[in-house]
């Protein structure tokens, strides 16, 4: 049997085990999607959002690129969140990193990759911003994960900046918007940033006045 053979098959034998255990499921599901969360997680095979949450189809509307970024002229990114906050009015948004991360370890290496050095580009910002911290941890392994760490919390805030979600905060108080660290070594997430609807700890230059919006 061919590998993606394989899949096709998995595939009905899920979709049985679903329609057995609710028999409305798909149906249900075929009329509309309702999820309150938006997930911006890494590519990474190994940090499927829906697996790892133990949630449902429906359940979370997912956006996945190298190393979870939020990068402010990526139309990809900006029209799921415009979708997921205006059309979907998701509460959370969910910007989930993971420790080992192959694109934060390739931020901080020289060698060249092509295309993919400018994608990391935003990483190596990030790292020159906390280099002082950084610097001193020697252990290669740990000073990948902890800019796995520091770089979560950088596209929290950098999604706190955009007009989207401020606009959102001013019409309706959400979205909140979490920073998560998965452990890919036993399974778990590590809860680290909660940035509530207007106290984003983000410069007054990147603040928008809500007299504009009207
Ligand atoms: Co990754």
């Known amino acids: 049997m061919k590998s993606y053979d ?9 979709a049985q085990e679903k329609g057995i255990e609710d028999i409305t499921f798909f149906s249900r599901l075929a009329k509309q999607q309702n999820p309150e969360f938006l997930w911006i997680g890494c590519s990474d095979s190994r940090v499927p959002a829906n697996e790892i949450t133990g949630t449902d189809p429906g359940e979370i509307f997912v956006h996945r690129n190298i190393a979870n970024l939020v990068i402010d002229t990526d139309l990809n990114l900006l029209s799921v969140l415009q979708y997921a906050v205006e059309a979907l009015e998701v ?3 969910i910007v989930c990193g993971h420790y080992g991360c192959g694109g934060v370890r390739a931020a901080l290496s020289p060698v060249y ?3 993919i050095n400018k994608w990391i580009r935003k990483i190596q910002h990030v790292y020159v911003a906390h280099e002082d911290e950084l610097k001193g941890i020697e252990h290669m392994d740990r000073k990948v994960d902890r800019l796995v760490e520091l770089n979560v919390l950088t596209q929290c805030r950098d999604l706190a900046k955009t007009s989207i979600v401020q606009k959102s905060w001013h019409k309706r108080q959400y979205p909140y918007i979490h920073g998560w660290v998965y452990d890919i070594h036993d399974g778990l997430i590590r809860d680290l940033l909660q940035l509530v609807p207007g106290e984003a700890d983000i410069h007054p230059i990147y603040k928008f006045d809500t007299n504009s919006w009207t």
Do not use: M
Request: avoid cysteine; glycine fraction near 6%; hydrophobic fraction near 55%.
């Open 6 to 14: 394989k899949l096709l098959l998995q595939n009905k034998a899920w």
């Open 91 to 93: 509460k959370h948004i």
């Open 113 to 115: 990759l092509g295309l």
